[in-house]
T-cell receptor, first 116, second 113 residues
Framework: DAGVIQSPRHEVTEMGQEVTLRCKPI?????LFWYRQTMMRGLELLIY????????DSGMPEDRFSAKMPNASFSTLKIQPSEPRDSAVYFC??????????????FGPGTRLTVL | AQKITQTQPGMFVQEKEAVTLDCTYD???????LFWYKQPSSGEMIFLIY??????QNATEGRYSLNFQKARKSANLVISASQLGDSAMYFC??????????FGAGTRLFVKA
């Protein structure tokens, strides 16, 4: 079975440009999570969706960040305008809704974003 | 207050020996789940093992086992017979209440030949 798919794997852009990161969760999973990982702050949860509905976006750093999940198989994280401090690895993860072991989050390979 | 604490920034272990990576957590929710993930230098996050708060037995997955001490709120990862490929960053994580999962700062493990 395919795991979580993210694209692009690497993105280099200039300050002020719009960046869109994409994620396809594991089929059958109905929870989706966006994380950001930096050396300084570690792994931070940005937002998570359950059944395509945003449940908690308290981790979104500021209004420049937005996330959507138009259907069960696709989500986007958009940064507009991007800034150098947004440079990080962005992970998408998905899980089933059930508690217990089925609640395990499975991560995509990540998108390494560099903003010049 | 930190909810997941990994006190060992780095650990060294000799190949074929066992190693324990420490993790303590803090929660008032009686129902929670504990996870360990491995992040090799290639960057992906790999799920290793899960322990539920109501599980009576310690979780095991191959060479990985979780030493769950509920009263002490600790969930240490034990890797037996370390291999060179075990060199990586290891993260402890906890899910409480809803579906939000909190990650620790990680422990970098170096396996020596």
């Amino acid at each position: 079975d395919a795991g979580v798919i993210q694209s692009p794997r690497h993105e280099v852009t200039e300050m002020g440009q719009e960046v869109t990161l994409r994620c396809k969760p594991i089929s059958g999973h109905n929870s989706l999570f966006w994380y950001r990982q930096t050396m300084m702050r570690g792994l931070e949860l940005l937002i998570y969706f359950n059944n395509n509905v945003p449940i908690d976006d308290s981790g979104m750093p500021e209004d420049r960040f937005s996330a959507k999940m138009p259907n069960a198989s696709f989500s986007t994280l958009k940064i507009q305008p991007s800034e150098p401090r947004d440079s990080a690895v962005y992970f998408c993860a998905s899980s089933s809704q059930d508690r217990g072991r089925l609640d395990t989050q499975y991560f995509g390979p990540g998108t390494r974003l560099t903003v010049l | 207050a930190q909810k997941i604490t990994q006190t060992q920034p780095g650990m060294f272990v000799q190949e074929k020996e066992a190693v324990t990576l420490d993790c303590t957590y803090d929660t008032s929710d009686p129902s929670y789940g504990l996870f360990w993930y491995k992040q090799p230098s290639s960057g992906e996050m790999i799920f290793l093992i899960y322990q539920g708060s109501y599980d009576q037995q310690n979780a095991t997955e191959g060479r990985y086992s979780l030493n769950f001490q509920k009263a002490r709120k600790s969930a240490n990862l034990v890797i037996s017979a370390s291999q060179l490929g075990d060199s990586a960053m290891y993260f402890c994580a906890m899910r409480e209440g809803g579906f939000k999962t909190i990650f620790g700062a990680g422990t970098r493990l170096f396996v020596k030949a």
